[in-house]
C-alpha cells in the first residue's frame, strides 16, 4: 500500500540553526500537508499545499516557515533559525483530489525534531 | 478554545469489553470528521464521515456522525491488546481551499489482558 515517507526521522540541531524536513507523499496525490506535535500535546496544522503553492497556513506558521515541492516527488518544510520551542513532531500528509481534496489525509511516520 | 473535543481523554478496559468513544465539535461550516489511530508514529486512518446517521464499520470498529449533535462516536467491540491506541477525531471545515484538519487531544485507550 502506498504510503508517506519522511526523513530523517530524528534530527538534532543547535538552536539558531536551519533545519529541512523532507517528505515524499503518495505518487498520485495533489494536496499536501505539515502538521506538528508538541510532546503530550494535540495535533496542530501548519501549513497545506496545492498547484505549487501554499493554500492555507495557520498562525503557528510564520515568517521562520517556508515550503517547497522542488520536484515532482519531494515536499520540504524549512524551518529557519531554529527555537527551542520549534521541539516537536512534525508530520507530513497528503491527499488525492476527489472532491477538491476532501479525503482522507495518510500521514508519514513524522521527523521528530530535537533543538538543544 | 478546544473546538474538537474528545472524551474520555483515557480509558482502561479488559480484553473483549466493548469501548465507546466520543467527539463534539463546535465548527462552523463543517465538512467532515475522521478518526485515527496513531500507535508509535503516524495517525493511521480509520474511517471519514460526512453524512448523519450512515454508520462506518471496519471489522470490530464502527463509527456514526450525528450532525444535529454535533458529535461523533468510535465503537471498538471485543477489543484486544493491539487496540491500545491514541484514537484522534479530526474536523475538517470549509475554509480556504480545502480546509485543514483540527484535532482533539484524542483518547488514550489501554486494552489490558
Known amino acids: 500500500e502506498p504510503e508517506v515517507t519522511q526523513t530523517p526521522s530524528h534530527q538534532v540541531t543547535q538552536m539558531g540553526q536551519e533545519v529541512i524536513l523532507r517528505c515524499v507523499p503518495i505518487?498520485?496525490?495533489?494536496?499536501f500537508y505539515w502538521y506538528r506535535q508538541i510532546l503530550g500535546q494535540k495535533v496542530e496544522f501548519l501549513v497545506s499545499?496545492?498547484?505549487?503553492?501554499?493554500?492555507?497556513k495557520s498562525e503557528i506558521f510564520d515568517d521562520q516557515f517556508s515550503v517547497e515541492r522542488p520536484d515532482g516527488s519531494n515536499f520540504t518544510l524549512k524551518i529557519r533559525s531554529t527555537k527551542l520551542e520549534d521541539s516537536a513532531m512534525y508530520f507530513c500528509?497528503?491527499?488525492?483530489?476527489?472532491?477538491?481534496?476532501?479525503?482522507?489525509?495518510?500521514f508519514g511516520d513524522g521527523t521528530r525534531l530535537s533543538i538543544l | 478554545e478546544d473546538k474538537v473535543v474528545q472524551s474520555p481523554l483515557s480509558l482502561v478496559v479488559h480484553e473483549g469489553d466493548t469501548v465507546t468513544l466520543n467527539c463534539s465539535y463546535e465548527v462552523t461550516n463543517f465538512r467532515s470528521l475522521l478518526w485515527y489511530k496513531q500507535e508509535k508514529k503516524a495517525p493511521t486512518f480509520l474511517f471519514m464521515l460526512?453524512?448523519?446517521?450512515i454508520e462506518k464499520k471496519s471489522g470490530r470498529l464502527s463509527s456514526i456522525l450525528d450532525k444535529k449533535e454535533l458529535s461523533s462516536i468510535l465503537n471498538i467491540t471485543a477489543t484486544q491488546t493491539g487496540d491500545s491506541a491514541i484514537y484522534l477525531c479530526a474536523v475538517r471545515f470549509y475554509g480556504g481551499s480545502q480546509g485543514n484538519l483540527i484535532f482533539g487531544k484524542g483518547t488514550k485507550l489501554s486494552v489490558k489482558p
Open positions: 500528509a497528503s491527499s488525492d483530489s476527489r472532491d477538491k481534496g476532501n479525503q482522507p489525509q495518510h
Open positions: 499545499f496545492y498547484n505549487n503553492e501554499i493554500s492555507e
Open positions: 460526512t453524512s448523519s446517521g
Open positions: 505518487s498520485n496525490h495533489l494536496y
